[in-house]
T-cell receptor
Framework: AQSVTQLDSQVPVFEEAPVELRCNYS??????LFWYVQYPNQGLQLLLK??????LVKGINGFEAEFNKSQTSFHLRKPSVHISDTAEYFC?????????????FGQGTTLQVKP | AAGVIQSPRHLIKEKRETATLKCYPI?????VYWYQQGPGQDPQFLIS???????DKGSIPDRFSAQQFSDYHSELNMSSLELGDSALYFC?????????????FGEGSWLTVV
């Protein structure tokens, strides 16, 4: 079974500052890793995903994440945040051998960008 | 581009009533997933279908049932509604054949049980 832990429930940060949202996963099999963003009263939008290959993946809105197999982590980063980045961010894992497997989500991290 | 369509977007029901949520996946997507997200919670997997057959089952109550139809749309039926069923219900879809294929989510259906 897979599981995901997001280490911070809330991350307050000032506009234009860098941010890192932490995610650790647990799995006995290979996995695919994802970050989704949920703006208030909206659905889940894919930010980026790691399948294989380069451990640094770039996504939309200037976000990037680095896969670290030895530390079983997939932290999300952005060098300079905007007010509009205020949202809930979910890290998710999916079994790597399945094309119909479900996503398992972490508890979410609320990013609060202050002016 | 077409997205996952869910209806209704908002629904208010009384306890013990029945509710049905509908989901229309992205065209050519053959897998549908249902998730439940309570207030301040992460999305919890309920059930999924691949080519109209149930492919996986999560924490779906026995009072709930779902199916995928021949046109690939799916419906989630919820009976004997309880206050705790109040949540945002997401439908998502994906297409097989591509490793690590992305799962796309709809905007969700808000269910309020009063």
């Amino acid at each position: 079974a897979q599981s995901v832990t997001q280490l911070d429930s809330q991350v307050p940060v000032f506009e234009e500052a860098p941010v890192e949202l932490r995610c650790n996963y647990s799995s006995s099999v290979s996995v695919y890793l994802f970050w989704y963003v949920q703006y208030p009263n909206q659905g889940l939008q894919l930010l980026l995903k790691y399948l294989s290959g380069s451990t640094l993946v770039k996504g939309i809105n200037g976000f990037e994440a680095e896969f670290n197999k030895s530390q079983t982590s997939f932290h999300l980063r952005k060098p300079s945040v905007h007010i509009s980045d205020t949202a809930e961010y979910f890290c998710a894992v999916r079994r790597g051998s399945s094309n119909t497997g479900k996503l398992i989500f972490g508890q979410g991290t609320t990013l609060q960008v202050k002016p | 581009a077409a997205g996952v369509i869910q209806s209704p977007r908002h629904l208010i029901k009384e306890k013990r009533e029945t509710a049905t949520l509908k989901c229309y996946p992205i065209p050519r997507h053959d897998t549908v997933y249902w998730y439940q997200q309570g207030p301040g919670q992460d999305p919890q997997f309920l059930i999924s279908f691949y080519e109209k057959m149930q492919s996986d089952k999560g924490s779906i109550p026995d009072r709930f049932s779902a199916q995928q139809f021949s046109d690939y749309h799916s419906e989630l039926n919820m009976s004997s509604l309880e206050l705790g069923d109040s949540a945002l219900y997401f439908c998502a879809s994906s297409i097989t054949g591509t490793s690590g294929n992305t799962i796309y989510f709809g905007e969700g259906s808000w269910l309020t049980v009063v």
